[in-house]
């Protein structure tokens, strides 16, 4: 079965400095991958998503993402953290060929602090 | 454009009672899901409908759960015989089309509390 590790429940970082939020997949053949992000009170929306063409893929917001599968990674990063940027932060995988049903990782909770 | 909507935004109800949650997809996409957010169990899938079928029903966590369909537009996932450990917040998702990279868009969720 697939699994979504998301590595620190938290991350704090100073703004304007750099975002960097892990997630690595398990799953033999490489899947659809998805961050999403969820501010208070609010569901979630899609940042970026990666469906096998380009391995870096570009979202919105100014974030950014990497896939290499040879780490199974798919790590969020921003070069420059906004006040704004604070949230929750998810990350996703769906298998190619399936019904897409979303398999969360435990989020990682990003805070900005001036 | 309209969003996906969900109702209500917030449910308390005591142990025992059945509730009901509806979700509006966006207008015109074909594929819906549910989803569950727990403090212990983080985001879950639970069902989704192509149209008014849900071909797989394993994700519902008991039987007193069930969900609906109808005219491929609205959803409503029924919970009958609450429990605490029913407390959660219910998304709701639609997509265009059923199809594993189509991009999922979120409702703002329905936060259930059972007392």
């Known amino acids: 079965a697939q699994s979504v590790t998301q590595l620190g429940s938290h991350v704090s970082v100073s703004e304007g400095a750099l975002v960097l939020l892990r997630c690595n997949y398990s799953?033999?053949?490489?899947?659809?991958l998805f961050w999403y992000v969820q501010y208070p009170n609010q569901g979630l929306q899609l940042l970026l998503k990666?469906?096998?063409?380009?391995?870096l893929v570009k979202g919105i917001n100014g974030f950014e993402a990497e896939f290499k599968k040879s780490e199974t990674s798919f790590h969020l990063t921003k070069p420059s953290a906004h006040m704004s940027d604070a949230a929750e932060y998810f990350c996703?995988?769906?298998?190619?060929?399936?019904?897409?049903?979303?398999?969360f990782g435990a989020g990682t909770r990003l805070a900005v602090h001036p | 454009g309209a969003g996906v909507s969900q109702s209500p935004s917030n449910k308390v109800t005591e142990k025992g009672k059945d509730v009901e949650l509806r979700c509006d997809p966006i207008?015109?996409?074909?594929?819906l899901y549910w989803y569950r957010q727990s403090l212990g169990q983080g985001l879950e899938f639970l069902i989704y409908?192509?149209?008014?079928?849900?071909?797989?029903k394993s994700g519902l966590p008991s039987d007193r759960f069930s969900a609906e369909r109808t005219g491929g537009s609205v959803s409503t996932l029924t919970i009958q015989r609450t429990q605490q450990e029913d407390s959660a917040v219910y998304l709701c998702?639609?997509?265009?089309?059923?199809?594993?990279?189509?991009?999922?868009?979120f409702g703002p969720g329905t936060r259930l509390t059972v007392l």
């Open positions: 998702a639609s997509s265009l089309v059923l199809r594993a990279a189509d991009t999922q868009y």
């Open positions: 799953s033999s053949v490489p899947p659809y």
């Open positions: 990666y469906t096998s063409a380009a391995t």
């Open positions: 996703a995988v769906s298998e190619p060929g399936g019904y897409n049903k979303l398999i």
């Open positions: 207008s015109g996409h074909t594929a």
């Open positions: 409908f192509q149209g008014n079928s849900a071909p797989d």
